[in-house]
């Protein structure tokens, strides 16, 4: 325990000593970074100034000032998948919605602007009209050589909140770049309206023939609900529930009045009275009429009108059944008629989708490099550089005043040498 304090006064004094054996490093060789330095940033200042005044094409010139006008594009997604999909959506039709989504496309008009502006189709256009090949010089692979060029000169930056698609174009020459940058623009706006309208029409297409199947099958229900209500005499089967159920009900009550009627008057008369024979052919005839009504009548057939009571559930779940599925298929059949109206509308007039809001202007400032920025990094760099050289340099210089190391030093320059 007596001994730890003065252990860790020890390593505070190592340290100390450790901090100041890189101080004094530093300052034994402050003239080697100071100079380093100091010429670095010399050099690097001068190229700056050259690179400034030399032409952009000059041999030397690695650092030219590079122009990039820029276009600015609003682009609008196509409304007819989202209108349809809020027609079809909330509803059974659910599935509906991607079925037809799905068919008429789902790239988004953004997608497909920027798709265009960076194909081979516009680039070869480009490279075709500025002639790259010779403006570039270009000997080897020159159509992969002019893509290539356009695409890493070409910039692109669409802010999804706005819907605005930025495209710019950089190079040295800031009337060319522009020229570029405008007609690449005049191209994307001609490829973009082609495919949108070739787009529209598959839709238009798509849905007339969905619609045209949909009103074929819109008949069929129709037909079957028709068929059943001839052939069971429905038309609507609640109300006729309800009258018959109160028919049978007023037929079992009067059944009731004649027999406690027949059994006071078989209490006065004989059997054989024609008025307790008249009363009892009526009843008779009434049960007959009660049976029939509730199993139907012997003679029931397609053409009768008439609904026994026993198949009335049946019958009002196939009555039912058919009802909705005519429903369902004139849902669908009206969805795929306001779609196609959609479509329609989008074909009339699809100009709202790419408007062209800034044209390029020959830019009068440069957009890069910054020379003072790279003047910095270069000389901080330099001067770590210097740093780390100067602590190489300085344990070198140890090693070499200690012997036992020294002799080290000499065996590993011997095995590396290529001497035997």
Do not use: H
Request: proline share 3%; charged share 25%.
């Amino acid at each position: 325990m007596p001994n730890e304090p003065v252990r860790a006064e020890a390593q505070v004094n190592e340290d100390e000593i450790s901090l100041m054996d890189l101080v004094a490093v530093i300052a034994k060789r402050w003239k080697f970074i100071f100079f380093s330095t100091f010429i670095a940033a010399v050099l690097i200042l001068s190229y700056s100034v050259y690179t400034k005044k030399a032409a952009p094409d000059a041999m030397f010139n690695r650092l030219p000032d590079i122009f990039k006008p820029e276009v600015i594009v609003r682009l609008q997604d196509s409304s007819s998948s989202s209108t349809l999909q809020s027609i079809l959506g909330g509803s059974e039709l659910g599935l509906l919605s991607g079925l037809v989504s799905s068919g008429s496309g789902g790239n988004s008009n953004a997608d497909l602007a920027q798709a265009l502006i960076k194909g081979n189709i516009l680039a070869d256009q480009i490279a075709e009209e500025f002639n790259f090949i010779e403006l570039f010089d270009i000997k080897e692979n020159p159509r992969s050589t002019s893509r290539r060029m356009f695409s890493e000169n070409l910039t692109t930056d669409f802010d999804s909140a706005t819907g605005f698609l930025t495209i710019g174009f950089e190079s040295i020459d800031p009337v060319f770049a522009t020229r570029v940058v405008n007609r690449s623009l005049e191209l994307l706006e001609e490829r973009f309206r082609g495919l949108t309208m070739e787009n529209i029409t598959t839709k238009k297409v798509f849905l007339s023939e969905r619609l045209l199947d949909q009103e074929n099958l819109l008949q069929k229900s129709q037909d079957k609900l028709i068929e059943f209500q001839k052939t069971y005499g429905i038309f609507n089967i609640e109300a006729q529930t309800e009258a018959q159920i109160v028919e049978i009900t007023g037929m079992n009550s009067e059944l009731i009045q004649k027999e406690v009627e027949l059994k006071g008057l078989l209490e006065k008369r004989r059997d054989a009275d024609p008025q307790v024979k008249r009363l009892e052919n009526d009843i008779k005839s009434l049960r007959q009429l009660i049976d029939a009504k509730t199993t139907g009548f012997q003679d029931f057939s397609s053409t009768s009108d008439y609904i026994p009571q026993n198949k009335l559930p049946e019958l009002s779940a196939i009555f039912t059944y058919l009802q909705q599925d005519v429903t369902l298929q004139a849902q669908i059949y009206f969805t795929f008629k306001s779609q196609l109206e959609s479509v329609r509308l989008e074909e009339a007039d699809n100009s709202k989708q790419f408007q062209i809001i800034e044209t390029a202007e020959v830019p009068e400032l440069k957009s890069k490099p910054s020379r003072a920025k790279i003047c910095m990094i270069v000389t901080i760099a330099v001067m770590f550089l210097a740093i780390f050289i100067s602590f190489i340099m300085e344990y070198i210089a140890r090693i070499k005043a200690d012997p036992a190391e020294s002799k080290k030093l000499d065996e590993i320059k011997k095995s590396l040498s290529l001497r035997k």
